[in-house]
């Protein structure tokens, strides 16, 4: 369903970021947008957090402003070179987000910034086991995606996005119950807040 802009998007990190700064302004800029997956989290300098399908470190960058034991995971190595540059800070790990080359209960915090939306449900399903797995005792999975709008003044604009730049997995991503889903893999939710009239929710939930 995507155009021409979205593989132009990725290609070229001017366009990717200025998508991004427009995306951001409905719930107050990137900053705001980038820490509202950490609200009411209490993170210290070693609590050791994950950032899942990091790209180019976009969100890293406002991750290890909270901690030095920050470490990003993608399957693209392009930008993860990327991100070396942009985040130098923390550590890098080529990978599957559906099989994390982890050692069980390793992590504090899995964080993840509109990046499930990229995936198929199966995808989803495998991506909370290995979320559950990695995450030690009581440890938050917590995530800002796309969501159907309850506001609908909101649903053109949203749909315009998704048209332009996402496939069909965005499209079945806004219609599925993510918190079902996670309590079936066994988390509890503690969390779930709309912005944007509804167009991103934010989930955070426990091990």
């Given at each position: 369903?995507?155009?021409?802009?979205?593989?132009?998007?990725?290609?070229?990190?001017?366009?990717?970021?200025?998508?991004?700064r427009?995306?951001?302004?409905?719930?107050?800029?990137?900053?705001?947008?980038?820490?509202?997956?950490?609200?009411?989290?209490?993170?210290?300098?070693?609590?050791?957090?994950?950032d899942?399908?990091c790209?180019?470190?976009?969100?890293?960058?406002?991750?290890?402003?909270?901690?030095?034991?920050?470490?990003?995971?993608?399957?693209?190595?392009?930008?993860?070179?990327e991100?070396?540059?942009?985040?130098?800070?923390?550590?890098?790990?080529?990978?599957?987000?559906?099989?994390?080359?982890?050692?069980?209960?390793?992590?504090?915090?899995?964080?993840?910034?509109?990046?499930?939306?990229?995936?198929?449900?199966?995808?989803?399903?495998?991506?909370?086991?290995?979320?559950?797995?990695?995450?030690?005792p009581?440890?938050?999975?917590?995530?800002?995606?796309?969501?159907?709008?309850?506001?609908?003044?909101?649903?053109?604009?949203?749909?315009?996005?998704?048209w332009?730049?996402?496939?069909e997995?965005?499209?079945?991503?806004?219609?599925?119950?993510?918190?079902?889903?996670?309590?079936?893999?066994?988390?509890?939710?503690?969390?779930?807040?709309?912005?944007?009239?509804?167009?991103?929710?934010?989930?955070?939930?426990q091990?």
């Amino acid at each position: 369903m995507a155009t021409f802009l979205r593989p132009l998007s990725y290609k070229y990190q001017w366009l990717y970021d200025t998508i991004s700064r427009l995306a951001a302004l409905p719930v107050g800029g990137e900053k705001r947008f980038r820490n509202l997956a950490l609200e009411n989290i209490t993170i210290e300098e070693n609590t050791k957090i994950l950032d899942l399908c990091c790209g180019k470190g976009q969100t890293t960058k406002f991750l290890v402003q909270h901690s030095h034991e920050v470490t990003g995971l993608d399957i693209s190595p392009f930008a993860l070179e990327e991100a070396k540059k942009n985040v130098p800070q923390a550590g890098y790990v080529e990978g599957f987000a559906q099989k994390m080359p982890f050692s069980a209960d390793e992590f504090d915090i899995v964080h993840t910034s509109v990046a499930l939306h990229e995936m198929k449900t199966e995808e989803l399903k495998e991506i909370f086991a290995e979320v559950y797995r990695v995450l030690k005792p009581n440890g938050i999975f917590t995530f800002i995606d796309l969501h159907q709008p309850h506001n609908p003044l909101f649903i053109p604009g949203l749909s315009i996005f998704m048209w332009l730049f996402e496939t069909e997995t965005a499209w079945q991503l806004i219609k599925t119950d993510l918190p079902q889903m996670l309590t079936n893999q066994g988390f509890r939710v503690i969390t779930k807040k709309f912005y944007g009239g509804g167009s991103l929710q934010v989930i955070q939930v426990q091990k």
